[in-house]
């Protein structure tokens, strides 16, 4: 596609409820990133992936938190009994990943809301 | 870790005016440095990025300025409108962790008519 696309866009659900997120990065980028964002806040930093391993995942919270991108293009940010502090915009990016330059591009975010 | 601090928070000025927005990053190990543009309830969007080897880069009328050894950037939004208005994000990526942007809080500018 275009650009890069994040499905759904709202998701609400109870506290405890299993969620998952899915991001579909620009088409032949190598890199895709997660990040949270919450009101008020700049982006966190989640998890990044080069192809189909995560090269960096330090910025996961806890192990409720898991993502995959088993083909190395769509990733799943899964989500474990999910809790109010969850509730954030989660935004997923890629980019073409090379050494110096390293541009990346974001979706329109999927908005959490753990009731 | 690097800490990205954006000054103002807030900016809120008439039609015209020309504006600068700051950045500042305290560990100046990065790559690159990236300036975004947040619309409220959407995503990012990329205005410009600037590599650790460059001091500026152009876009229409933007101009973001690095200064690597001294942690700071600036954007400069020339002729401002209100469809400028938006927050304005920083990001700089490298450091220890390559690949990882760290944000700032942003800047909201709202240009009004």
């Known amino acids: 596609g275009a650009g890069v696309s994040q499905t759904p866009s709202n998701k609400v659900t109870e506290k405890g409820k299993y969620v998952e997120l899915r991001c579909d990065p620009i088409s032949g980028h190598t890199a895709l990133y997660w990040y949270r964002q919450s009101l008020g806040q700049g982006p966190e930093f989640l998890i990044y992936?080069?192809?189909?391993?995560?090269?960096?995942d330090s910025g996961l919270p806890n192990d409720r938190f898991f993502a995959v991108r088993p083909e190395g293009s769509v990733s799943t940010l899964k989500i474990q009994r999910t809790e109010r502090g969850d509730s954030a915009v989660y935004l997923c990016?890629?980019?073409?990943?090379?050494?110096?330059?390293?541009?990346?591009?974001f979706g329109p975010g999927t908005r959490l809301t753990v009731l | 870790k690097q800490e990205v601090t954006q000054i103002p928070a807030a900016l809120s000025v008439p039609e015209g005016e020309n504006l600068v927005l700051n950045c500042s990053f305290t560990d100046s190990a990065i790559y690159n440095l990236q300036w975004f543009r947040q619309d409220p309830g959407k995503g990012l969007t990329s205005l410009l990025l600037i590599q650790s080897s460059q001091r500026e880069q152009t876009s229409g009328r933007l101009n973001a300025s690095l200064d690597k050894s001294s942690g700071r950037s600036t954007l400069y939004i020339a002729a401002s409108q209100p469809g400028d208005s938006a927050t304005y994000l920083c990001a700089v990526d490298g450091g220890s962790t390559l690949g990882r942007l760290y944000f700032g809080r942003g800047t909201q500018l709202t240009v009004w008519p």
């Open positions: 992936f080069q192809g189909t391993g995560a090269a960096d």
């Open positions: 990016a890629s980019s073409l990943r090379h050494r110096v330059i390293n541009e990346q591009f």
